[in-house]
């Protein structure tokens, strides 16, 4: 067990739909990093948070925005969805800081369905 | 992109060491290297880091060149529970806009 806790583990809805996706990192890390898997793909890098603040992004597309909280929790938010959405998200967590090297930890992912 | 090139699958005979090599050329004097796993289509596992020395902890080894333009991960003694997809990365010690880039990696398969 990771300690990061992703929720829902499955989510199936229909294109067009708006869904949000939940991360709770492990206790104590200030770095959240969310990540896009497509069937027999490998991992995309969306967008990086730390304590709050949008560190990186990476090929995230505008319909998708994500939000780090006070409590650390995280949200990813998937709108206008296309077919194509349909993915593993995963989101990692670390403890972050600049010049501190921390590996990150992957939750268990959210599978997200598009029909 | 990636920074590292993996070759895109390995086998390896159950018990016997997996040595998994990774190529990253362009590395800087500030970048680590790091390893991780995923099995089927579980969230990815750290495994190990490290900098220009070698490492080592209870799940592999990290051997890197002195130029450091390459490394290789070391699984001592495979088992079938090591058939996973291994991950390659360098990532800079200044973790502040840290876009941590995973490429292809390694299927590793190990047969009974």
């Known amino acids: 067990d990771s300690g990061v806790t992703q929720t829902p583990k499955h989510l199936i809805t229909a294109t067009g739909q708006r869904v949000t996706l939940r991360c709770s990192p492990r206790?104590?890390?200030?770095?959240v990093y969310w990540y896009q898997q497509s069937l027999d793909q490998g991992l995309q890098f969306l967008i990086h948070?730390?304590?709050?603040?949008?560190?990186a992004k990476g090929n995230i597309l505008e319909r998708f925005s994500a939000q780090q909280f006070p409590d650390l929790h995280s949200e990813l938010n998937l709108s206008s969805l296309e077919l194509g959405d349909s993915a593993l998200y995963f989101c990692?967590?670390?403890?972050?800081?600049?010049?501190?090297?921390?590996?990150?930890?992957f939750g268990n992912g959210t599978r997200l369905t598009v029909t | 992109d990636a920074k590292t090139t993996q070759p895109p699958s390995m086998d390896c005979a159950e018990g016997r060491a997996a040595n998994l090599p990774c190529n990253h050329s362009?590395?800087?004097?500030?970048?680590?290297v790091y390893w991780y796993r995923q099995i089927h289509s579980q969230g990815p596992q750290y495994i190990i880091h490290?900098?220009?020395n070698n490492e080592t902890n209870e799940m592999a080894s990290l051997i890197i060149t002195e130029d450091r333009k390459s490394s290789t991960l070391i699984l001592p003694h495979a088992t079938l529970r090591d058939t996973a997809v291994y991950y390659c990365?360098?990532?800079?010690?200044?973790?502040?806009?840290?876009?941590?880039?995973f490429g292809k990696g390694t299927r590793l398969h190990i047969l009974p």
């Open positions: 990692a967590s670390s403890v972050g800081g600049t010049g501190y090297q921390s590996p990150l930890h």
């Open positions: 206790s104590g890390d200030l770095s």
């Open positions: 948070y730390y304590n709050g603040e949008e560190r």
């Open positions: 362009t590395i800087s004097g500030n970048e680590y």
């Open positions: 490290g900098l220009k």
């Open positions: 990365i360098v990532r800079a010690t200044k973790n502040r806009d840290d876009k941590i880039i």
